[in-house]
């Protein structure tokens, strides 16, 4: 088997990490329809995930090197700039929907919403 293959097949993982770092839609779901606090849940993945991501991320480093995988050219100060620059919108929404949700405006926000309607 190629070594790109197995490396690859070692980041499969990676896609449940996204069920459990907020903000996660399933996990939005699962507290709305279960009446489970929302607040927990997110708090609940985030130490799991953290875990699994750096393990990830130490086994990636092990068989980049096991296997002799090519290694880009390391980027410059202005990429690394350009790179943060495009995903801030990103960034900043995962901090605005995880620190309403944790500091409460969510909560009134869709209080007043159902109040109107």
């Keep these: 088997m190629d070594t790109p293959v197995r490396i690859l097949q070692h980041q499969l993982p990676v896609q449940e990490l996204q069920v459990l770092l907020p903000p996660s839609i399933p996990l939005l779901i699962y507290g709305t329809t279960a009446n489970v606090s929302i607040e927990k849940l997110f708090m609940a993945g985030v130490g799991p995930g953290l875990l699994i991501g750096i393990g990830l991320m130490g086994m990636s480093k092990y068989l980049g090197r ?25 960034l900043l929404l995962a901090i605005i929907i995880f620190g309403g949700i944790m500091g409460g405006a969510s909560q009134y926000f869709l209080v007043n919403f159902w109040n109107v309607y």
Excluded at 67 to 84: C, G, H, P, Q
């Design 66 to 90: 096991k296997f002799l995988v090519n290694v880009e050219d390391k980027s410059t100060l202005k990429e690394k700039i350009s790179s943060i620059s495009r995903s801030l919108p990103a």
